[in-house]
Every structure is written in structure tokens, then in C-alpha cells.
């Protein structure tokens, strides 16, 4: 896929994954073929297991793909004063591309780009296995956005604001696979098994809607068939760092 510019921004992040929790994920993908995880995900009130279509690693090598997907996910306009990064938070945190013109959405990383930026960061990452990760990475992202843009439609007020510029968009994120989650920290005591990878979302949403910050937990699910998928558990909700998380969790719960 042709990327189409806008030179009016700055560039930016391919996509809401950084390269050091991509680490992770090149750990999932060769799982497919002989392991059987029988631990179990860690309960959740916001996610299911889900497939993701396997594509097993080519024997003969080839060249890495530089065609790219546009996501489905809005991107919300570039804001110097929310999107530079700091050393607790490393939103936005490469260089790779602009978002794409035509629809303005987050654009997932070729598999070139997905190698190179895993090579920066000091990984071993193999050629032959981006035909795999790249698509289980893109599937599981479109999968979060839907997660998130269900807690967005679940409340009165969520749904009113966001009826006034499209629905939310997706600001900022980070990536964090070793910072484990209040909720992971608990489930993992009692021997549920721990998230392979954590990030945190920032959606906004329209004029006088503001910001809700989400968290997401990755755990992998029981393998399928060999040669069939891959299944994820992902754990999406609002964070409880705001009057406005606690608000949709509480909502949640009771059933708003």
C-alpha cells in the first residue's frame, strides 16, 4: 500500500505498538505451531477469546514486504503538547510514518518496517518470521479498537459526545509488556497466568468530550489447531485515573 503524505505533520508511529513490546509478540507467533498452553487467561468483565489467522514462517527466505494496512482505527489530530514523548511515557515514541490521507487513520508497519524497528531497539528479530507477527499484531489491535469503541457506545454521555465529530479517536499510546497492571498484578496472585504484553491508550474524543486513558491486557489463549490460529484474551477497560473511568467501570458493573 502506497502511503500518501500530509506535510503539514510531523512524523509519527506506524501504529499503537511500540518496537520494544513487539518483543512480545515475536515470542507468541512461532507458539503456534508445537506448544500447548493449558494455563488460563485471567478473568475478565471486557474480552473473549478470539482467533487470529496463522501464517507459518516461510523456509525459504524472501523479500520482507513494504506494503502496508491501513487500520481501522481514527487517528486524532497531532497536538506537540500531547504526543511528545517522556521518559515515563513513550507515546508516539518513533519516526515512521504520517497518518494516511485519505481516511486519516493509524497505518500498521510493512514487514520491513516492523524488522528495522525491532533492530534498532537491540532485538533478534528473524526475517522469516514477519509473515506471521505482522498479521496477528494488526488483528489484535483492530480487535482492541473494537473493545474500546464498545465501552465508548455503552453510556448516554459518551455516546453524545462522540456523535459530534464521528466517534472517538485514538490520541496517543504506549507500550509496556514488563509494567503489569493493577488488575494483572492481583489475578497473577491468585495463579491466573500474567499478561504477555500491556499497553495504555489515550482516546479523545470531541470537542468538550475530553480524554479517557485505557488500558489493555494481552494474554494468550489455549493454541487452536495446528496451523489453524492463534486465540488472544484481551482485557480492555478505562483506566481509574479519572472521575470519568471510575464512572464507565462502575457503570459497567451495575449494568448502566
Request: aromatic fraction near 10%.
Amino acid at each position: 500500500m502506497v502511503e500518501a503524505a500530509d506535510n503539514n505533520q510531523p512524523s509519527q508511529s506506524a501504529c499503537p505498538v511500540d518496537p520494544a513490546a513487539r518483543a512480545a509478540w515475536l515470542e507468541k507467533a512461532p507458539q503456534v505451531q508445537p506448544p500447548q498452553d493449558t494455563s488460563e487467561a485471567a478473568p475478565s468483565s471486557s474480552s473473549s477469546p478470539f482467533p487470529v489467522p496463522f501464517k507459518p514462517r516461510l523456509i525459504k527466505t524472501r523479500p520482507l514486504a513494504s506494503d502496508r494496512e491501513v487500520s481501522s482505527i481514527p487517528r486524532a489530530a497531532f497536538s506537540p503538547a500531547t504526543t511528545t514523548p517522556n521518559p515515563s511515557s513513550p507515546a508516539n515514541n518513533e519516526s515512521e510514518s504520517r497518518p494516511d490521507a485519505l481516511s486519516g487513520n493509524w497505518i500498521y508497519p510493512s514487514e520491513q518496517m516492523f524488522f528495522d524497528a525491532m533492530k534498532r531497539k537491540n532485538h533478534s528479530p528473524r526475517a522469516t518470521d514477519m509473515t506471521a507477527i505482522v498479521p496477528i499484531h494488526n488483528a489484535v489491535n483492530e480487535k482492541a479498537w473494537a473493545e474500546i469503541k464498545d465501552w465508548e457506545k455503552r453510556f448516554s454521555w459518551a455516546r453524545e459526545q462522540n456523535s459530534k465529530c464521528g466517534g472517538p479517536k485514538l490520541l496517543s499510546f504506549a507500550g509496556d509488556s514488563k509494567k503489569l497492571s493493577p488488575r494483572a498484578r492481583w489475578n497473577a496472585l491468585l495463579g491466573y497466568q500474567t499478561p504477555f504484553d500491556r499497553h495504555d491508550w489515550v482516546v479523545e474524543r470531541c470537542a468538550g468530550g475530553g480524554r479517557v486513558e485505557y488500558v489493555i491486557d494481552f494474554y494468550a489463549g489455549r493454541e487452536e489447531r495446528v496451523g489453524k490460529g492463534l486465540s488472544f484474551y484481551l482485557d480492555v477497560r478505562p483506566k481509574l485515573n479519572s472521575w470519568e473511568g471510575w464512572k464507565m467501570r462502575v457503570g459497567r458493573l451495575l449494568g448502566w
